[in-house]
């Protein structure tokens, strides 16, 4: 639950608090499971999952339940080796997927409220949902933080333009993962959403792919990108809150800042709620 904080408005503050945790816990679950598969003892815990966890799963020995009548047959070896090839690449992608959702159900709630109070029209599609924020944000930047000169919010405000962008090309990749099996492909390129002074952000290889469409091109994908993405989304979801709070609840305080509040991450929140 939020702690009360004078001049916010509590549903508002709900949401994003919400939000922030559960996209921080996603981080969180990243960083443990990166770093436990990169441990050295790996090998090891790699014999143990296949011994103990994987292989005796259910009987018969080596399949698994597909459906709820059928199961499909597996070799657990196999699946280990073609993991640790793929870990990273898959792994993160899973957890793009997983960091969208939360944000795009946080744009909505804050939406919805808003549409509640009469301060805009319902917002349907998270690509609309997506317009919006931009627009918004981008309209009102010199007013985030009500316009302190402090250099965490001139960097902040400075940043807008190139966070959008970010969380654009973030949506646009992570559809290529759940639509096309994580390759390139003409939507990626066709339906980027305008950010004002900015192009659209374009990874490298779809250059390739345009040049040789025939090609299976895959969106490379890493664990220093899923941060640098994690950090766009939480950072636009601040700047969301903080002019929602002060444009349409009339916030006339600095707004929220994990630094003035020295806040730490909250794992047991996270976590365990």
């Not at 702690?3 to 503050?13: A, R, T, V």
């Not at 996209?23 to 103990?52: C, P, T």
Request: neutral net charge; contains cysteine; aromatic residues 14%.
């Amino acid at each position: 639950m939020s702690e009360p904080m004078d001049g916010f408005e509590p549903e508002i503050l709900r949401i994003f608090e919400d939000a922030d945790d559960a996209m921080q816990g996603v981080l969180g679950f990243q960083l443990y499971i990166y770093a436990s598969a990169h441990s050295k003892f790996q090998d090891k815990v790699s014999k143990i999952i296949i011994n103990k966890h994987i292989a005796p799963y259910r009987p018969p020995i080596h399949t698994f339940p597909l459906t709820k009548v059928w199961h499909r047959k597996f070799i657990p070896e196999e699946l280990v080796s073609e993991m640790a090839k793929g870990f990273e690449w898959y792994f993160t992608f899973s957890s793009l997927t997983n960091l969208i959702g939360i944000f795009e159900a946080a744009l909505k709630d804050f939406t919805d409220y808003l549409v509640k109070k009469g301060e805009i029209k319902k917002i349907t599609g998270y690509k609309n949902l997506l317009r919006w924020t931009f627009n918004f944000v981008e309209l009102k930047k010199d007013k985030l933080f009500r316009g302190a000169q402090d250099n965490d919010s001139k960097k902040i405000r400075a940043n807008v333009p190139d966070v959008c962008c970010e969380v654009d090309e973030a949506w646009r990749a992570r559809n290529c993962f759940v639509h096309n099996r994580g390759l390139f492909d003409e939507d990626y390129g066709k339906k980027p959403i305008p950010v004002p002074s900015r192009d659209p952000k374009m990874r490298p290889e779809f250059k390739e792919f345009q040049e040789h469409p025939e090609r299976e091109i895959r969106v490379p994908m890493t664990f220093d990108k899923y941060v640098e993405y994690g950090c766009s989304h939480i950072e636009l979801l601040h700047n969301l809150h903080d002019l929602i709070q002060g444009e349409c609840f009339g916030l006339k305080t600095s707004g929220y800042s994990y630094k003035m509040r020295e806040k730490r991450i909250d794992w047991r929140r996270v976590f365990n709620p």
